[in-house]
């Protein structure tokens, strides 16, 4: 069976036998489908299922979710298209959209899976068949393989069993390969890696990017026999491009896109600059006509006030001056100032404290009923959850270094795949001792996800949160029934019916920490989380964030829509059809289409 719509197959990057095979096909809960397409061996891509199956059970544990979400996943080896032994996997959205209803915020993109669960609709010809996309590859699985005693099929060695099926032993570590001690010292539980790359998919997942100087980026590689690369570095949002459908090519950019809504969270010096605004900053610069040819685009933009903004950007992230933080509630006052054209956010050169932002200790609370418990006896506190964040965090501090402003050296993106989308999203590799480790740069080898997730929370208070039996209900996605929610009480005249709610405490150990989960509830998820205090209206930066920002932005007006960066494939290949994008698409006036994001971009 072939993927049709937007899907894995977009740059033909796909063996014809892996992508015309028949998908393997689970209702992993009851809200979310798992497609997977996987041919290495039956009883190996048993395995991989098992192990997607898990990894969204730990996210609908804690995220309610109002529509049904599907993935569809794919395990094979990279090799076979562009090699790539060190990359683990990598996992985006399968859509993006901006969201003109009460829930939304036209100035931001939101990845499909969470615009389903905000949208009125839930049944539109714009969602596309599959909410995230991930790949898989089997490569690292195999090469460490290779330094064990061939002979020795009974402990792994060797490249494929007697009977031709593949070894235990290698990269991965799956459950069904035998108890948490059974893990070796060089495996990584798969499960890790497959929940990190769900959570990339849901939305975890940043626009700005160094486009013009990343080593991988495809614009660069127009540009830098022209501009000097130092010129080039400069972080920005998503580019507004297209290429003209002949002879491969010229390229055209006519200015910068939403960001995606992770992004609206987004500070630097201790919560005093926001992206965000900086952002809007960007999105008025426009270019058009001939002055919209990449070459051009570029001059014009090196000529403007907002330059000194995105080279200041690059340099205080690429060298890690300031903190980067993702910040759940905006900060008591914006940092701004006025240049020669308007205002711009201007960004402190001074260093900033990279904990500054998490970990307050917090002190001893009375014990509470219904603990659960961890194994771990020596918890010298409890305490619910949602005053753990109160009290602990006021946001988390994000990755931010050379290396995730150009080809990043973990195992989501080598030098020669170009994933913008993933350079900032990430949590500081400081924090893969703390209980949000599963979104660091870094997977555990030795040991497995929920060893390892026991270990790190057996340093905090053990942690509790309230649990309903009539989630849905308790979170007033809706007053009553519907003919939406309920076909069979259409026409029904009968009162709506009251659920009878029991609530009790349940023990908080996920491998998706505090931290991850109010992220992903500051974006617009409904968690099992107390929703966020309102933002102080006596705050500017707070109004802003919370009021000015839901009224759409004046951008450049674009005809050429909005989508991701290209790989270098597509701008070598002379005259490609898929290169002509449609432009915005509407749904009944109040869903409007931003960019289809495939989950890599191929690279020759």
């Not at 418990?373 to 506190?381: L, P, V």
């Not at 995730?404 to 020669?416: G, K, M, T, V």
Request: charged share 15%; net charge negative.
């Amino acid at each position: 069976m072939s993927w049709t719509g937007t899907g894995f197959d977009d740059d033909d990057a796909l063996p014809p036998s892996l992508a015309n095979s028949e998908p393997w096909v689970v209702n992993a809960t009851d809200k979310v489908t798992v497609e997977l397409l996987c041919i290495i061996d039956h009883d190996f891509c048993a395995k991989v299922l098992d192990a997607i199956r898990h990894a969204v059970g730990y996210f609908t544990e804690l995220v309610y979710l109002r529509r049904q979400l599907v993935i569809r996943a794919v395990y094979y080896e990279f090799c076979d298209h562009v090699c790539a032994n060190d990359t683990y996997g990598m996992g985006s959205p399968a859509k993006q959209f901006t969201l003109p209803f009460k829930d939304g915020d036209m100035n931001f993109a939101y990845p499909q899976a969470l615009a389903k669960q905000l949208s009125p609709y839930e049944y539109t010809g714009t969602w596309t068949g599959h909410d995230i996309v991930i790949e898989l590859n089997h490569d690292p699985y195999m090469m460490a393989l290779l330094p064990l005693n061939a002979s020795d099929a009974s402990t792994g060695g060797g490249s494929t069993m007697a009977n031709g099926s593949i070894p235990r032993g290698g990269k991965y570590w799956f459950r069904a390969d035998g108890t948490n001690e059974s893990i070796l010292p060089y495996q990584v539980d798969f499960e890790s890696i497959v929940l990190h790359q769900l959570l990339h998919g849901v939305g975890f997942a940043s626009s700005w990017a160094a486009y013009f100087s990343s080593e991988a980026s495809p614009f660069r590689t127009l540009l830098e026999q022209v501009v000097p690369v130092h010129q080039l570095k400069m972080l920005t949002p998503n580019p507004y491009w297209t290429v003209e459908p002949v002879n491969g090519g010229p390229t055209y950019m006519t200015g910068f896109q939403p960001t995606m809504i992770f992004d609206k969270f987004l500070y630097l010096d201790n919560g005093s600059t926001s992206l965000m605004e900086m952002g809007f900053a960007m999105q008025e610069f426009c270019a058009q006509g001939n002055d919209a040819f990449i070459l051009h685009f570029v001059q014009q933009l090196q000529a403007s006030p907002i330059s000194a903004m995105a080279r200041q950007l690059y340099d205080v992230l690429d060298q890690a001056k300031s903190p980067l933080t993702f910040q759940f509630t905006p900060p008591p006052a914006s940092n701004t100032a006025t240049n020669g054209s308007g205002t711009c956010p201007v960004i402190s050169s001074a260093s900033g404290a990279s904990n500054a932002t998490t970990m307050v200790v917090p002190m001893a609370v009375p014990e509470e009923d219904g603990d659960q418990g961890n194994g771990n006896d020596d918890d010298n506190a409890r305490m619910d959850i949602n005053e753990y964040l109160q009290r602990v965090y006021r946001g988390v501090p994000l990755l931010s270094s050379h290396s995730s402003l150009n080809a990043l050296d973990h195992h989501e993106q080598p030098s020669r795949l170009f994933r913008p989308g993933v350079s900032l999203a990430h949590v500081d590799d400081t924090r893969e001792h703390g209980l949000d480790f599963i979104m660091t740069a870094t997977y555990q080898e030795g040991t497995t996800l929920q060893a390892w997730t026991q270990k790190v929370y057996r340093h905090h208070p053990a942690l509790f949160y309230e649990l309903t039996s009539d989630a849905a209900a308790s979170q007033n996605w809706t007053s009553a029934p519907t003919s939406e929610d309920d076909d069979n009480d259409a026409g029904n005249s009968a009162p709506p019916r009251v659920p009878t709610i029991i609530t009790k405490k349940k023990r908080y150990a996920s491998p998706i920490g505090p931290g991850i989960l109010r992220i992903l509830q500051a974006m617009g998820y409904n968690t099992i989380l107390a929703p966020l205090p309102p933002a102080d209206a006596s705050s500017s930066s707070s109004s802003r964030s919370s009021v000015a920002s839901h009224q759409e932005k004046k951008r450049c007006n674009d005809a050429y829509g909005m989508k991701p960066p290209p790989s270098k494939t597509k701008l070598a290949n002379p005259a490609n059809p898929r290169l002509r994008l449609p432009g915005i698409v509407s749904l009944n006036s109040v869903l409007c289409l931003v960019s289809i994001v495939p989950s890599l971009f191929h690279l020759n």
